[in-house]
């Protein structure tokens, strides 16, 4: 799919940088003035003119105003010699969200498009920068992330936005029939032309499409905040856990307790939603000054998570277990809790039902029982964290929470409204209705409901755009 | 059978052999036979019967919405419809004009039986071709490969390529209430045993229904009780050709009428619904949703009390009148009844009766884009055989089945139009592509890029493909350039041309309820104003030379429609970018990994030619087509 596009591609929420990508021939020229140069190895005056390799030091302004919007490094790579093999920018941006989103604003508005989800490794691979022997890798990556995007859409938050969107689809697919008819039946004079009533149909579908798109800036909050700490006792199998989630070693694991003295975040996918684990060091008291600072970190991970996953393992003993709980609650009374009873293949501990009934006069119900090392109620984890995320989705009002959609909804408003001042001018219908068959084009890119030959790429999931 | 076999059979005969043989001369068959002995090949054209070449068995016109569009194409790609009907029209007209020139549609009302006579005179004059009346009831074949044909008088001729164009004919029945009859449409003959044949060939049948209304003798109407509908007369002919060489529209126009039904009608035609077929479950073809008999219309649409009839000539000379919009299979005594209940025609006297026509058709979703047969090599068919209806859609499957049987014979590769070509193309693509569940209608909608796809601009689309078939002469083609060079011209000049702020211009803003601007403003930029037009502004455009409405028009539209052409010419290349990517013939969609199961299957049974088409195929998902794309640069890098 030609076109010039871009995505994040360091992960979603609050980072120190984040790295925004974009592949395509508008990557040069079209956005020369966008940046303003402060010092780079060459003597480029534009970002067009530096060469493939290089950085500078830039401004990145608005163009409509000349505002600055934030300071940045721009790197220029030039076709082929680039990830995708084509021309290519990548702006080093401070990690706020409110400076990312200017950005992908400003970007959209130069008729930038947010990629399909996967777009830069398939453009990669298409353009032979990959080795043929990834080619099956890439297949069954396409297929097994299409279908964790459908699974995504299943969710309720996206299942909201779907639903809304259908119904914006419905009106559009009217309007445009209203004027379909009159025009594929001029002669009859039992189908007037009913302008109003179309202008009335766009109007309506804008009144949607704009606070939806508005939503975004709530929505990336809602999607980043979705936090989970691990907590729990040294050694009761935190970072085993974490690692079973994220699929490698990313905590140091040891059977000697104590072993995580500092927190860890790690960003994983489940299912296409983006999750921030925290493995939190064990809470107990010590007198290790490094590891009490470990401790305090932990309290305030827990504090901040919105799911906290107790850790228990069948060596841990019964009363110490029961009191940090209750710590836990006195403290942080608001956040979820679930019990998770660890290392089943070692064994079950008869007092764990003690446990479960002490906690639960605790306020929390929930308990499960795994083996990280057998990979035994690991999906169970997955399906406790995905259920969360979807109770989330329903106590809010629909959001949009990916930048892709709320791109997209952004365009077809921008037609709808495009659409509605060609009626007012009297360009005529056959205009008014290629810009509304355009604006379909862009819902159906997110609800998949209308198969237009131009929606080549696969829905990948979210969680892998711009990689 | 093969040619062997069918000489063995008692009475057989070996009566020629031909490059292409075309069977059937209706739209699709006139222009697949006219496009083969154009390209210099041996061209045999079965009839049933001569005197009904050309034939207009429903409706006494060309063109309309969509369909103006298919007859510019056909003759701006060379074939003949549109010159045919340029002789023969009695009435013109360009429909949609305040909606935008993507939809302008031009229509024309048809002397009918001259339409016939003519394209029959005028087949009989060209070189290389032969016409024959013939009743073809076999396809000969031999390792899967067309042989031949014969007739029911066991003559047998040898053909590289066949193209079939049977119309409603194969193995066609009518019906009126509870009276059917074994014929093909206008009481003419139908074809008994070709399908069989194709059956038994492998080709899949289907089986639709169509229908028509009642013709009226215009003696005993009474045309002040209805509307009176003129013709038009600053439109431009169907054939660039005649456009060219500034050939205007007729002079003498016929008018049209319409009326619109009274409570009667309905209440007749309640009263009767248990002696339509339809109803009753006698008729079991599917039929067309966009053209439903009268019966149809008071059922389905409760809420409307009334709908609109246009009455219409089918000559000159002839009394008989068309009442379009009265299509109906309601037995003949109910037919007199509910015509008699129209405004102006309570003494009509019925001429021809209306009836429902089911027949046979292939089922088109075993055709390639070159509507070639995947079954039977070097067959070829167009027109309603292939599931579609209207007398353009035939003739634009014809030309195209034509040129692409002609150019097997010749050895050359397969025209394929695409989506963003023609209306020709779109109709092609969705036919086998997504197939059809009933009789296939174009529709401007059904076209994603129909601000590109305009009736003005067909020649610039597709007269240079029809160069360099073979079809479009030198002598025309020089013309056509010289056209696009004043287009051009015209364009350059209007967008070079800047003038100041004066008092006329003022008054000419003025009158659209526009303002002046402070400076100076290109000629260009004036036209881009809503409600401005190139006539308009004569006033202040002193360097302005005669050009030919169809340079200025164009030039106009251009300018006008600059910024949204632009943005369909990018939606274009996005598609094109698919379409380019062939999929290999020996492609084992099963062995693919990463596609889902159905799209497996769908695929190996489509056999689709490029991703683009594969794209299009229900049940393939955006997914299968980015490891279709992983798939292709697969292949290439190991065939390295």
Same mark, same amino acid.
């Given at each position: 799919?030609?076109?010039?596009?871009?995505?994040?591609?360091?992960?979603?929420?609050?980072?120190?940088?984040?790295?925004?990508?974009?592949?395509?021939?508008?990557?040069?020229?079209?956005?020369?003035?966008?940046?303003?140069?402060?010092?780079?190895?060459?003597?480029?005056?534009?970002?067009?003119? =530096?060469?493939?390799?290089?950085?500078?030091?830039?401004?990145?302004?608005?163009?409509?105003?000349?505002?600055?919007?934030?300071?940045?490094?721009?790197?220029?790579?030039?076709?082929?010699?680039?990830?995708?093999?084509?021309?290519?920018?990548?702006?080093?941006?401070?990690?706020?969200?409110?400076?990312?989103?200017?950005?992908?604003?400003?970007?959209?508005?130069?008729?930038?498009?947010?990629?399909?989800?996967?777009?830069?490794?398939?453009?990669?691979?298409?353009?032979?920068?990959?080795?043929?022997?990834?080619?099956?890798?890439?297949?069954?990556?396409?297929?097994?992330?299409?279908?964790?995007? @459908?699974?995504?859409?299943?969710?309720?938050?996206?299942?909201?936005?779907?639903?809304?969107?259908?119904?914006?689809?419905?009106?559009?697919?009217?309007? =445009?029939?209203?004027?379909?008819?009159?025009?594929?039946?001029?002669?009859?004079?039992?189908?007037?032309?009913?302008?109003?009533?179309?202008?009335?149909?766009?109007?309506?579908?804008?009144?949607?499409?704009?606070?939806?798109?508005?939503?975004?800036?709530?929505?990336?909050?809602?999607?980043?905040?979705?936090?989970?700490?691990?907590?729990?006792?040294?050694?009761?199998?935190?970072?085993?856990?974490?690692?079973?989630?994220?699929?490698?070693?990313?905590?140091?694991?040891?059977?000697?307790?104590?072993?995580?003295?500092?927190?860890?975040?790690?960003?994983?996918?489940?299912?296409?939603?983006?999750?921030?684990?925290?493995?939190?060091?064990?809470?107990?008291?010590?007198?290790?000054?490094?590891?009490?600072?470990?401790?305090?970190?932990?309290?305030?991970?827990?504090?901040?998570?919105?799911?906290?996953?107790?850790?228990?393992?069948?060596?841990?003993?019964?009363?110490?277990?029961?009191?940090?709980?209750?710590?836990?609650?006195?403290?942080?009374?608001?956040?979820?809790?679930?019990?998770?009873?660890?290392?089943?293949?070692?064994?079950?501990?008869?007092?764990?039902?003690?446990?479960?009934?002490?906690?639960?006069?605790?306020?929390?119900?929930?308990?499960?029982?795994?083996?990280?090392?057998?990979?035994?109620?690991?999906?169970?984890?997955?399906?406790?964290?995905?259920?969360?995320?979807?109770?989330?989705?329903?106590?809010?009002?629909?959001?949009?929470?990916?930048?892709?959609?709320?791109?997209?909804?952004?365009?077809?408003?921008?037609?709808?409204?495009?659409?509605?001042?060609?009626?007012?001018?009297?360009?005529?219908?056959?205009?008014?209705?290629?810009?509304?068959?355009?604006?379909?084009?862009?819902?159906?890119?997110?609800?998949?409901?209308?198969?237009?030959?131009?929606?080549?790429?696969?829905?990948?999931?979210?969680?892998?755009?711009?990689? | =059978?093969?040619?062997?076999?069918?000489?063995?059979?008692?009475?057989?005969?070996?009566?020629?052999?031909?490059?292409?043989?075309?069977?059937?001369?209706?739209?699709?068959?006139?222009?697949?036979?006219?496009?083969?002995?154009?390209?210099?090949?041996?061209?045999?054209?079965?009839?049933?019967?001569?005197?009904?070449?050309?034939?207009?068995?429903?409706?006494?016109?060309?063109?309309?919405?969509?369909?103006?569009?298919?007859?510019?194409?056909?003759?701006?790609?060379?074939?003949?419809?549109?010159?045919?009907?340029?002789?023969?029209?009695?009435?013109?007209?360009? @429909?949609?004009?305040?909606?935008?020139?993507?939809?302008?549609?031009?229509?024309?009302?048809?002397?009918?039986?001259?339409?016939?006579?003519?394209?029959?005179?005028?087949?009989?004059?060209?070189?290389?071709?032969?016409?024959?009346?013939?009743?073809?009831?076999?396809?000969?074949?031999?390792?899967?490969?067309?042989?031949?044909?014969?007739?029911?008088?066991?003559?047998?001729?040898?053909?590289?390529?066949?193209?079939?164009?049977?119309?409603?004919?194969?193995?066609?029945?009518?019906?009126?209430?509870?009276?059917?009859?074994?014929?093909?449409?206008?009481?003419?003959?139908?074809?008994?045993?070709?399908?069989?044949?194709?059956?038994?060939?492998?080709?899949?049948?289907?089986?639709?229904?169509?229908?028509?209304?009642?013709?009226?003798?215009?003696?005993?109407?009474?045309?002040?009780?209805?509307?009176?509908?003129?013709?038009?007369?600053?439109?431009?002919?169907?054939?660039?050709?005649?456009?060219?060489?500034?050939?205007?529209?007729?002079?003498?126009?016929?008018?049209?009428?319409?009326?619109?039904?009274?409570?009667?009608?309905?209440?007749?035609?309640?009263?009767?619904?248990?002696?339509?077929?339809?109803?009753?479950?006698?008729?079991?073809?599917?039929?067309?949703?966009?053209?439903?008999?009268?019966?149809?219309?008071?059922?389905?649409?409760?809420?409307?009390?009334?709908?609109?009839?246009?009455?219409?000539?089918?000559?000159?000379?002839?009394?008989?009148?068309?009442?379009?919009?009265?299509?109906?299979?309601?037995?003949?005594?109910?037919?007199?009844?509910?015509?008699?209940?129209?405004?102006?025609?309570?003494?009509?006297?019925?001429?021809?009766?209306?009836?429902?026509?089911?027949?046979?058709?292939?089922?088109?979703?075993?055709?390639?884009?070159?509507?070639?047969?995947?079954?039977?090599?070097?067959?070829?068919?167009?027109?309603?055989?292939?599931?579609?209806?209207?007398?353009?859609?035939?003739?634009?499957?014809?030309?195209?089945?034509?040129?692409?049987?002609?150019?097997?014979?010749?050895?050359?590769?397969?025209?394929?139009?695409?989506?963003?070509?023609?209306?020709?193309?779109?109709?092609?693509?969705?036919?086998?592509?997504?197939?059809?569940?009933?009789?296939?209608?174009?529709?401007?909608?059904?076209?994603?890029?129909?601000?590109?796809?305009?009736?003005?601009?067909?020649?610039?689309?597709?007269?240079?493909?029809?160069?360099?078939?073979?079809?479009?002469?030198?002598?025309?083609?020089?013309?056509?350039?010289?056209?696009?060079?004043?287009?051009?011209?015209?364009?350059?000049?209007?967008?070079?041309?800047?003038?100041?702020?004066?008092?006329?211009?003022?008054?000419?803003?003025?009158?659209?309820?526009?303002?002046?601007?402070?400076?100076?403003?290109?000629?260009?930029?004036? @036209?881009?104003?809503?409600?401005?037009?190139?006539?308009?502004?004569?006033?202040?455009?002193?360097?302005?030379?005669?050009?030919?409405?169809?340079?200025?028009?164009?030039?106009?539209?251009?300018?006008?429609?600059?910024?949204?052409?632009?943005?369909?010419?990018?939606?274009?290349?996005?598609?094109?970018?698919?379409?380019?990517?062939?999929?290999?013939?020996?492609?084992?969609?099963?062995?693919?990994?990463?596609?889902?199961?159905?799209?497996?299957?769908? @695929?190996?049974?489509?056999?689709?030619?490029?991703?683009?088409?594969?794209?299009?195929?229900?049940?393939?998902?955006?997914?299968?087509?980015?490891?279709?794309?992983?798939?292709?640069?697969?292949?290439?890098?190991?065939?390295?």
């Amino acid at each position: 799919m030609p076109g010039t596009f871009c995505a994040c591609s360091t992960p979603m929420g609050q980072s120190g940088i984040a790295v925004i990508r974009i592949s395509g021939d508008m990557s040069g020229t079209g956005l020369d003035d966008c940046f303003k140069i402060i010092r780079t190895a060459g003597s480029a005056k534009v970002i067009s003119q =530096m060469e493939g390799y290089t950085a500078a030091l830039a401004d990145f302004i608005d163009p409509s105003d000349g505002s600055v919007i934030d300071r940045v490094v721009v790197t220029r790579f030039t076709a082929p010699h680039s990830y995708t093999g084509e021309d290519m920018t990548e702006i080093s941006c401070h990690g706020g969200n409110a400076v990312k989103q200017e950005i992908f604003r400003v970007l959209f508005e130069k008729g930038i498009r947010p990629a399909e989800p996967g777009e830069f490794t398939k453009t990669a691979f298409v353009n032979g920068k990959l080795a043929l022997s990834e080619a099956e890798a890439v297949m069954n990556v396409i297929k097994s992330e299409s279908s964790g995007a @459908l699974k995504v859409s299943n969710s309720q938050v996206f299942g909201k936005l779907n639903s809304e969107l259908s119904e914006v689809e419905e009106t559009l697919y009217k309007a =445009m029939s209203l004027i379909e008819m009159i025009v594929e039946f001029p002669e009859h004079d039992d189908t007037p032309v009913n302008t109003d009533r179309v202008r009335e149909m766009i109007s309506s579908a804008i009144d949607v499409l704009i606070p939806l798109k508005e939503s975004y800036a709530q929505g990336r909050l809602l999607a980043d905040r979705l936090r989970v700490a691990l907590a729990g006792k040294p050694n009761s199998g935190k970072s085993t856990l974490l690692n079973r989630l994220t699929g490698f070693d990313r905590a140091i694991v040891t059977d000697i307790p104590g072993t995580t003295r500092d927190t860890l975040d790690q960003d994983i996918d489940i299912e296409g939603i983006p999750v921030r684990i925290t493995d939190t060091a064990g809470i107990r008291e010590t007198d290790d000054a490094i590891e009490a600072m470990g401790v305090e970190r932990a309290r305030s991970s827990i504090r901040e998570a919105d799911l906290c996953l107790f850790l228990v393992s069948p060596e841990d003993p019964e009363d110490e277990v029961i009191s940090q709980l209750s710590l836990i609650r006195s403290g942080e009374a608001d956040i979820p809790v679930v019990l998770v009873f660890t290392k089943s293949d070692v064994g079950i501990n008869p007092s764990y039902e003690k446990i479960a009934a002490s906690a639960k006069a605790l306020g929390i119900e929930k308990s499960m029982i795994i083996s990280a090392l057998s990979d035994e109620g690991i999906d169970l984890i997955r399906k406790e964290i995905l259920s969360f995320y979807d109770s989330l989705g329903s106590t809010s009002s629909t959001v949009v929470i990916s930048g892709r959609h709320a791109g997209l909804i952004g365009l077809a408003a921008d037609k709808l409204m495009e659409a509605g001042s060609a009626l007012d001018d009297g360009l005529g219908e056959d205009i008014a209705s290629s810009v509304i068959r355009s604006a379909l084009d862009d819902i159906g890119a997110i609800t998949g409901k209308t198969v237009s030959s131009e929606l080549v790429n696969t829905i990948f999931s979210d969680f892998c755009i711009g990689k | =059978m093969n040619i062997k076999e069918a000489l063995e059979i008692k009475d057989s005969f070996m009566a020629g052999e031909y490059d292409v043989a075309v069977v059937g001369a209706g739209h699709a068959g006139c222009e697949a036979a006219h496009a083969c002995a154009k390209l210099g090949l041996k061209t045999v054209l079965f009839t049933l019967y001569l005197d009904s070449i050309a034939n207009l068995p429903c409706n006494p016109s060309i063109g309309g919405t969509a369909k103006g569009q298919l007859v510019r194409e056909i003759d701006a790609l060379g074939g003949i419809m549109g010159k045919i009907a340029d002789e023969c029209a009695i009435q013109m007209r360009m @429909l949609n004009r305040s909606k935008g020139p993507a939809v302008y549609s031009p229509r024309a009302q048809m002397d009918r039986h001259r339409y016939s006579d003519v394209m029959k005179c005028y087949l009989e004059k060209v070189e290389n071709l032969d016409i024959r009346q013939a009743h073809i009831t076999d396809l000969l074949t031999e390792d899967g490969s067309v042989t031949g044909v014969m007739t029911e008088s066991r003559a047998v001729y040898g053909a590289k390529a066949v193209v079939i164009c049977s119309g409603t004919y194969m193995e066609s029945r009518t019906i009126r209430g509870g009276v059917i009859c074994e014929s093909g449409p206008d009481g003419l003959p139908r074809s008994v045993g070709l399908s069989a044949s194709l059956e038994a060939a492998g080709i899949p049948i289907l089986r639709f229904k169509t229908g028509t209304p009642v013709r009226v003798n215009s003696s005993k109407l009474d045309f002040d009780q209805m509307t009176r509908q003129d013709g038009e007369y600053d439109i431009p002919p169907f054939s660039y050709d005649n456009e060219m060489h500034g050939k205007t529209v007729p002079e003498d126009q016929v008018p049209c009428w319409s009326v619109w039904t009274t409570p009667d009608t309905r209440e007749v035609i309640t009263e009767n619904m248990d002696r339509s077929p339809l109803y009753s479950g006698v008729i079991t073809g599917i039929g067309p949703r966009y053209c439903p008999s009268i019966e149809d219309k008071f059922m389905r649409f409760k809420d409307k009390d009334r709908h609109q009839i246009f009455v219409e000539p089918m000559g000159r000379q002839t009394n008989e009148m068309y009442l379009q919009g009265f299509s109906t299979s309601l037995p003949e005594d109910v037919q007199v009844k509910m015509v008699r209940s129209l405004p102006g025609l309570s003494e009509a006297v019925i001429q021809r009766s209306a009836y429902a026509i089911e027949y046979d058709l292939v089922d088109p979703l075993s055709l390639t884009p070159a509507l070639e047969s995947k079954v039977v090599n070097g067959l070829f068919t167009a027109g309603q055989i292939n599931g579609s209806s209207g007398y353009e859609e035939a003739a634009g499957q014809g030309i195209i089945a034509g040129i692409n049987a002609g150019l097997k014979v010749l050895g050359r590769e397969p025209v394929i139009l695409d989506r963003s070509q023609a209306y020709i193309g779109v109709l092609v693509d969705d036919l086998v592509t997504k197939g059809t569940s009933e009789p296939y209608r174009m529709m401007t909608s059904r076209a994603e890029y129909r601000l590109f796809l305009r009736q003005d601009n067909a020649d610039t689309r597709l007269t240079p493909v029809g160069h360099d078939i073979g079809l479009i002469d030198d002598e025309r083609f020089s013309l056509f350039e010289e056209k696009m060079r004043m287009i051009d011209e015209e364009t350059e000049r209007l967008k070079s041309t800047y003038i100041g702020p004066s008092d006329t211009l003022k008054e000419i803003l003025e009158s659209v309820g526009s303002v002046l601007p402070p400076s100076g403003i290109s000629l260009a930029d004036l @036209l881009k104003r809503p409600k401005v037009t190139y006539e308009l502004i004569e006033g202040v455009d002193k360097d302005r030379k005669p050009l030919p409405l169809y340079v200025t028009r164009a030039a106009e539209t251009d300018i006008k429609y600059e910024g949204y052409l632009k943005l369909e010419k990018e939606k274009i290349e996005k598609f094109s970018e698919l379409e380019s990517k062939r999929l290999p013939e020996d492609t084992d969609y099963e062995k693919i990994e990463g596609l889902r199961l159905e799209a497996r299957q769908k @695929l190996n049974r489509l056999r689709p030619i490029n991703v683009g088409q594969a794209s299009r195929i229900s049940g393939v998902s955006p997914a299968d087509i980015s490891v279709l794309l992983v798939y292709l640069e697969m292949r290439k890098r190991e065939e390295k």
